[in-house]
């Protein structure tokens, strides 16, 4: 038996004992831990002369985490795989080739000077960590497409950097969430050549581009398009679009229909010009934001597509969107259609140099319309058809510059509503139009709260079709060749001003001047 004294120094030894050989095994495990943190050359993991898959495959099993490329030319291949705790460091000069039908699947982190630094006509691809270069995956200098390609199926980011020069593309397919950007002091420009179907072809949720000055090619066909949203195989969900220009297009933006849906798409900065087709075709989006977008079909000579095509969306919301159409008298073409739209927000827009209508919504419901600008137009400012609970806020129809006397047999109204009901509008102006102002037809529970109308060389306000119980609060009229005809019930004027020979035809309702 140990007495009390004798048992605390055999305890005290032996967790000194017990303490020494933890801080042995700790600085042993910290040394193994630094040994598999430092660098090591490609090269100290076997013959790589003829190929180099088994020694990147004994570096992934050794646990080293940045694997450094020495300066020369190296070949995979089989089938590799760089997992995500590993980082390949590229020295200058260094370049791994992938054979025609092996692969080099990367989940790492790359890390090189933006130069080539992958060729081979192999298999690369992965979701490599941070930002790569495109020309990390080949030549960009003449047709850049097949390096493009290659960093947008490898990287999470890719750059294209301004300095490099126009980068020509055929048809890049994004089929993993990426993001494409421009980078330097100027948008990237980039060129698509004869053989472009859809320059851009985004088949993957998460999809970002920007920074790009875009120049189509005006030999493809008319249905070839920049952007596509290629929603065929299901619902497409987190694209955006910002900070792009293009140009010189058959078609800007186009889905693959309205078999699925496009959801969250948001556009941002984006201008698409010189179309000789409609410039934004989207026909099933379901939320998404378009701030300050525009678009123009101008250049094309007679232009018969109109600018925008809007159907089947559901909560998107227009800011500071802009249309100057292709304005050819006889083409018809018009500004932007919505059709079976629900919950749909205007904060501002302007249609300005059209042939065609202006504003066309068909069937639209449930949304708010906020400073519509509608100028220089052959034939309607805006027609409403089929709509319903739609809140409006600032409506101008100005036709401000007559460029040619219309001939009467294609006259119309600046203005129609068309079997709608239960619609709101705080102030419509109707101007400076040579056909009649505002056509109600076959629609009830219209509200204006001021109605605008001047220098109409027809009537300025007319119901037509069994149109009732609609209201006019205030009604300012002037110059117009009929102020107010009225074919229904129940209507109300409330307050009218009036000038230069006002008429009042047909009146049935209560008007108080």
Partial sequence: MYDKQEREFYMKKHWMIALAAAVVLAAGGGAMAAAKAAPKPLTSFGDVTESVDAAIQKAVKDGVKTLVIP???????????????????????AMINVEENASLEILGTIKATPRQIFGGNGKIFGNAYGEGFAMWFGPISGNAT???????DTMRTVQLPYG?????????????PVTLIGTGGFRTKIASTKQTEYLFNIASDGVSIGNLYIEGNAAKSNESVIFYLNNSKGELKDVTISNVWTANNPRGLSDAGSAHPVSNLMLDEVTIIGNRNTAMLLRNVNGGTFRRV???????????YPT????????????EFDILGGRVLGTLAGGITFR????????RAMVDTVDGACYIFENVTNSKLNNLISSIYNEQAFIFRGCENIQGNILLAANIVYVEVLPEEIRTEAVLIENCKNMNFKQLDVSNNQTDGLVVDNSSNIVIETLTTYDNRGTAYVERNGSNNNTVKIFSSRGNRGNFVQCGSNSLIMRAVCGNGSVFTNLKGAVSK
Avoid at 72 to 87: A, I, L, Q
Avoid at 146 to 152: D, L
Avoid at 294 to 304: P, S, V
């Fill in 294 to 304: 525009a678009l123009d079909n101008c250049g094309w000579g007679k232009m018969t």
């Fill in 71 to 93: 300066q020369g030319t190296y070949t995979v291949k089989g089938n590799v795989t760089v997992p995500e705790s590993m980082t390949l460091s590229f020295d200058i000069g």
């Fill in 308 to 319: 925008a095509i809007v159907e089947n969306a559901k909560k998107l919301v227009l800011e």
């Fill in 146 to 152: 097949k390096a493009v390609q290659r960093a947008v």
């Fill in 164 to 176: 490099a020069g126009t980068y020509t593309l055929d048809n890049i397919n994004f089929t993993r």
């Fill in 340 to 347: 079976n739209c629900d919950e749909l927000e205007i904060v």
